[in-house]
């Protein structure tokens, strides 16, 4: 059986928000530690996931674990 927090099912997202324009920035589903399944991403998703890592500090604020919205 396998434990809830790492089961994915898309249960929580991994949110990176812009620091200067309000509603805007990448979520990305992920387990309930923030854990990112790349090879689960498609091509332009996981593009998007690095230069998002990439951007922390710069255009976008460090990412914060979120329930997924339904």
Do not use: I, K, W
């Amino acid at each position: 059986m396998q434990d809830a927090r790492h089961a994915g099912g898309g249960r929580f997202c991994l949110c990176f928000r812009s620091l200067f324009d309000r509603g805007r920035g990448y979520a990305f589903p992920c387990d309930a530690d923030g854990r990112v399944d790349l090879d689960g991403l498609s091509d332009c998703a996981r593009t998007n996931y690095l230069y998002a890592r990439a951007m922390v500090g710069r255009e976008l604020a460090a990412p914060a674990v979120e329930p997924a919205q339904p």
